[in-house]
């Protein structure tokens, strides 16, 4: 706490003196801005300089300065408790039950929430395919959108759970990835799907279907990773592949709004390969990115 108030302290209290010692990160000012870069360096230098502040301190004056860092918090903490609730957040004692597992949630431009996961238990045991909902925060109330079926009109909604998913620019959701099978003796780990899926919260304000299959991947990912690119493309990686014997996907996707929505495969992407590190067994999480 006291490093974190040391930094505040030099940030407020001299800029002009963090300006003489600045360190723009050029990948930063061509993404951000350099004003945004700005900032970023005058963090990290403040960071740095309350860093080698407090590593002088002797055992008694960093003592001394946590307890200030501790009195200054609960004074701040007495003024925004004076101020509304709703200028300052606050959690509700109340309780929403949902309809079903929100293993999966995106906040969407229009305020409200997708979640999606599997159904819960039932008499026959649990059934193996999606269920997604949307919640408004305002009424408190879900109401069903069912995943597309990969096997036509009439099928069961994809297994979309256990995906990837992110907010693309456009404000769509794009899902990745997802649960092909359960468990079983052929298959002792999990199995991940090819499919790619993509919902339109406006289309589904319109009261039109708001989800569409999108592009098949090079392999399947159950559990996958999805980044957005200063681009707005989405480069797609990891999740465990369709075979069922607990394997990582190596290669890597590059799905691109507006380009790729409606082409059945995506492209691999040049050069996207996950190698095995020589100092790890095959297959071990730490293994990296060529």
């Known amino acids: 706490m006291a490093l974190g108030l040391a930094a505040v302290l ?7 003196a963090l300006a003489r010692g600045l360190k723009l990160d050029p990948s ?26 407090a590593a002088r301190m002797s055992p008694g ?6 307890r200030a860092a501790r009195r200054s918090a609960l004074r701040v903490s007495r003024v925004l408790g004076d101020r509304p609730r709703d200028d300052i957040g606050y959690w509700e004692p109340t309780q929403y039950p949902l309809p079903q597992y929100a293993i999966n949630m995106t906040l969407m431009p229009t305020g409200e929430l997708l979640y999606f ?29 069912d995943p597309p079926s990969l096997d036509g009109p009439g099928g069961l909604p994809a297994n979309i759970f256990c995906s990837g998913q992110l907010l693309l620019s456009d404000g769509r959701v794009l899902v990745v990835g ?30 039109l279907q708001p989800w569409t299959i999108g592009p098949k991947m090079t392999a399947g990912r159950w559990y996958p990773t999805a980044a957005k690119l200063p681009s707005g493309d989405v480069l797609i990686m990891s999740g465990l592949d369709e075979n069922g014997q607990g394997d990582i996907t190596p290669q890597m996707d590059l799905f691109r709004p507006g380009i790729d929505d409606n082409v059945a495969q995506l492209p691999q992407y040049p050069g996207g390969f996950r190698g095995e590190s020589p100092d790890l067994p095959p297959g071990s999480p730490a293994d990296r990115v060529q």
Request: charged fraction near 25%.
């Open 10 to 16: 030099l940030l407020s209290l001299a800029p002009a």
């Open 28 to 53: 930063e000012v061509a993404t951000l801005g350099a004003s945004h870069a700005r900032e970023h360096a005058r963090d990290r230098l403040a960071i740095e300089q309350a860093q080698k502040r």
């Open 61 to 66: 004056a960093r003592l001394r300065s946590d």
């Open 117 to 145: 996961g599997r159904p819960p238990p039932g008499d026959n045991g649990r059934p193996n395919f999606g269920d997604a909902e949307i919640f408004n925060p305002a009424t408190h109330q879900s109401r069903a959108v």
């Open 178 to 207: 997802g649960q092909l099978r359960d468990v079983d003796a052929t298959h002792p780990n999990y199995s991940g799907l090819q499919y790619t899926f993509l919902f339109d919260p406006w289309k589904e304000k319109l009261g």
